[in-house]
Every structure is written in C-alpha cells, then in structure tokens.
C-alpha cells in the first residue's frame, strides 16, 4: 500500500475519564497507557482481564489461533538481533505504543515543512521532520491515554484533517459492550491539534477515506452484543464528513456477507490509484467502485457508485491451500499511476495482482501469517459475491512469502505473523512484528526474495512507510526507528 502520505500540544486536564469515553473530548486522562508488546486483531475479545495478558483468541473458522493485536507478546527472551542491507540512522524514543504514522505537508517552496503524525496508546503526536527527517521534533500533541487502536490512520491532506479510529477495546472498553467511533481532529496547525468532534459508528477498529476523505470507511472488530447471532465480526459503516463538524453515519452497513456468504470481521480498507477500495478480512479481499457509472456483476446492471452504496469489482477469498487462515490484514494493488512499484506490468498486467497480508497467529512460527500474492483473473464477474461453503470462490496464489526460517529471523521467536506493508520500486517492505522489518523483492512474484531485514532484539514491527529517502517504522515497542536502505 501507498503510505499516507500528503499527496499544542496543551488539552484541558480537568476533563474527566467519563467525558472522554462518552466522546466529549481528547484529553489527557488518569488512565495508565497499555504496557508492553502487542499484537493488533483479535477476531474475539478474551473473556476476562488474565485472558488479555496470557491467553491468544480463538479465530473463526480458521482452525487456528488468531491472536490479534491485544495480546502481550512477552519479551525475547534470547535477546538476538540481526541486521543487513539497511542501517538505523535515527528515529524517537520513549513512544512507546506507537502504531501507526502519517506524513503531511504545509506550505509550499522554501516554507514547505513535513509533519509526521504519530498515534498510539497515548493519541496523536507531531513531529516536524523537515529540518532534519532523522531525527523528528515534537511540535505538538494531543494526549489520550488508553486511546486504542489508531492502526492505519487516515487523513485529509487537503482540509488537514485527521481521523482516529476508536475501537470499543479503547480506555478499559470490550468488543462485546464498548463502544467505538471516530474521533475528527483539526492538524491545520501542527502545534495545536484540537478535536472537532467525535461520532459514535458501530465499527471502530480502522477508519479509511474514500473519495477524497469527504467519506469513511470504518470496520472491525469483532461483533458486539447487540449484533446479529450469525455475524462472524463487524462489517464496515460509511461516515459522509463533507461537513466535518457533523458526521452522518449510514445506518445499512456494507461489505456485508464477506465470508462465503457470512458477515464477518472486515479489517481494512486501502483504495488504490484508479480509486478502487478493497477491503480486506476475514473471508479474502473484495474490491468496490465508490464513483462513478459501472456495471454492477452481482445485481447484473450499470448503476451509479456511491460511498455508501458501492458496485462490487473484483476480488474474493483466498486459497486455502496456499495460507494458513481465511483473516486477511491489508492489501494493495498496483494500477494507474502506481503499475510500476511492484511486478513488471508488462508481463503481470495493470492492476491484475493482489497483495496481502494474512495476518494470524498459530502454533509455531512457520504457521503463522503470509505475505500473500494473488491474481484477480475469473473474479470480476461477481464471484466472490456468490461464493458459499458448498461452492466457494477462491482467488489463485501467485506467491508467498513467510519470516519462519529465513535469513535474519530468531529461531526462538513466535512471534512471526506478517503485518503492514510499503511498496515502492518493486521492493515491499514489511512488518513481521518481533521477526522485525523485511525488506522483499517481489517483481517476480512467484518468488519474492529478501533482499534486507532490520530486527533489534527488542522488535514489534507494525507498519513501515517509504519516505524520501528513508524508512520510517511504528515500533509497537521502541517507538520509531528511522532506517536507511543500503542494499542498493
């Protein structure tokens, strides 16, 4: 996936905790930040507070445990480190719970700055990287303690507009009664980011943009009470935010159905050059028009796409046979402007390939989440729409990818699954949280090869964004690091 990118740090603090968890405001609460390594999805909540810390969730209809991104992963305990093709030449300590990062430009010319926008457990930080991109400054913040799970923030580069995610897990909440939403805040001023508003939306776990930001996706995790009996997590709810300061959120969900034929938990969504939204989750990865005039393959007749009521494209589940549970994290596709930055489209065609993440968590390393490579061929005519257990529809397997056993990787370790990934000039650089950062060439896509890895001892890579010359990684554990490629 393309990074997000732009294409006062003082809050009140005599609101109160019950303020804060009603919506009311971002601020600086008694709340102690979540401690520790993470890991980010768990398709079911733990029943009770020792789950949490010891125990991983049970994945539906995986047959394996997909422990999701609020386990504590326990430390390494060989303490190994290993390192090559790339070097770590700054970077911000002391963040830790970091998840997620933004870059965001003002000003033009000679006044041009770059703002990184950091989110974790703690909120949402500023960093001014223009001066000098190795070592950010702290120009501003906005303290949310508790806050969870930010992963994947999106952005408005135009209206400098962030929105955070909030998952029914954050400030003490569960998935079965918590409740989630997003939270809209004004960046226009980096020293000083002030909370618009808050809106409550049944999804909370990742919010994307669609059409220019002037609409939200937001789905996951997994289903709360009130839902319906035969849902195996939450779809995703559309959020019109052409006016900032009052959200409306859709009461229909869509994405609905996702599992061959069940609602499940849609994790994500990332919309690529030609504006297709593919929204990846249980079940495979399905794209959707948001605009325009198409012909609609399931409903069999051309009608106009909106945000909220969208025309299925293409895309479907993923073979079983080629990974190791149906729970897929992300995914990106190179078209458009962006045909060059992965296989060669002249042999693989434009826009013809899938990758993805699958993220789960299983019994020894070499079970756990792929870096997936799929085709697109025989799924535009509505396949992955009409796909049940007795007929299922499954995307073909170009390539994979796994950290268990390659170079670099701690043996000891089983803390393995893929997570977020970057793509730029054929080389995907992608997080294997405590395996670290791996830096994979995949314009064969029938082999992708390691071409450089960066795993301190102390790792918990979540997701790394190429930027200029560097890449930034959101080290669920350390923080930030800065790295620099050198393998070539």
Not at 5 to 33: E, K, N, P
Not at 128 to 150: F, H, N
Not at 359 to 368: L, M, Q
């Amino acid at each position: 996936m393309l990074p997000r990118t732009s294409h006062s740090t003082g809050i009140a603090a005599g609101v109160t905790v019950r303020r804060l968890l009603q919506g009311g405001g971002a601020a600086a609460v008694s709340l102690a930040l979540m401690a520790g390594t993470a890991w980010a999805c768990p398709p079911e909540d733990p029943k009770n507070k020792q789950e949490k810390q010891t125990t991983a969730a049970e994945g539906e209809g995986t047959g394996a445990r997909h422990a999701g991104h609020y386990h504590r992963a326990d430390a390494a305990a060989t303490k190994s480190e290993a390192t090559k093709g790339v070097r770590r030449v700054g970077g911000v300590s002391g963040v830790e719970g970091t998840i997620s990062l933004m870059f965001m430009d003002y000003g033009h010319g000679r006044h041009k700055r770059t703002i990184m926008y950091a989110t974790g457990t703690y909120g949402l930080r500023a960093y001014d990287v223009t001066a000098d991109p190795r070592v950010p400054k702290l120009v501003g913040q906005l303290s949310m303690p508790g806050m969870w799970e930010t992963e994947d923030t999106d952005f408005d580069p135009k209206r400098k507009i962030i929105y955070l995610s909030r998952d029914p897990r954050a400030f003490g909440g569960d998935t079965r009664t918590g409740e989630s939403g997003i939270y809209v805040v004004d960046a226009s001023k980096p020293e000083t980011l002030r909370q618009i508003t808050y809106v409550k939306v049944p999804a909370g776990h990742t919010t994307t943009c669609v059409n220019d930001c002037r609409y939200l996706w937001t789905g996951g995790p997994a289903k709360a009470d009130w839902m319906p009996e035969d849902w195996g997590g939450r779809p995703v709810w559309v959020t019109d935010v052409r006016d900032p300061a009052k959200p409306k959120v859709y009461k229909k969900p869509i994405d609905t159905g996702r599992n061959d034929g069940k609602t499940d938990y849609t994790h994500d969504i990332q919309v690529d050059s030609n504006g297709v939204a593919w929204a990846s989750g249980r079940g495979g990865v399905r794209g959707y028009h948001t605009r325009g005039r198409h012909y609609d393959p399931v409903e069999k007749r051309w009608r106009r796409a909106t945000a909220y009521d969208p025309v299925p494209y293409a895309g479907g589940g993923l073979d079983e046979a080629t990974t190791n549970s149906a729970f897929m994290h992300n995914s990106y596709r190179a078209v458009g402007r962006t045909r060059n930055q992965a296989a060669d489209p002249r042999r693989w065609g434009n826009g013809k390939l899938l990758y993805v993440t699958e993220e789960t968590f299983s019994e020894g390393c070499a079970n756990d989440g792929l870096l997936v490579i799929a085709s697109l061929k025989g799924s535009y005519d509505g396949e992955g729409w009409r796909s049940t257990p007795d007929d299922p529809f499954r995307l073909r397997t170009i390539g994979t990818w796994g950290v268990a056993g390659k170079e670099g990787s701690d043996p000891e370790s089983t803390d393995c699954s893929a997570h977020y990934f970057d793509v730029r000039d054929g080389v995907i650089v992608q997080s294997f949280y405590a395996q670290g950062t791996r830096f994979l060439d995949v314009r064969d896509p029938t082999n992708p090869r390691q071409v450089a890895y960066y795993r301190p001892a102390d790792a918990s890579s979540w997701q790394p964004y190429w930027h200029g010359r560097y890449v930034y990684v959101a080290d669920n554990n350390r923080g930030i690091d800065v790295l620099e490629p050198t393998f070539r």
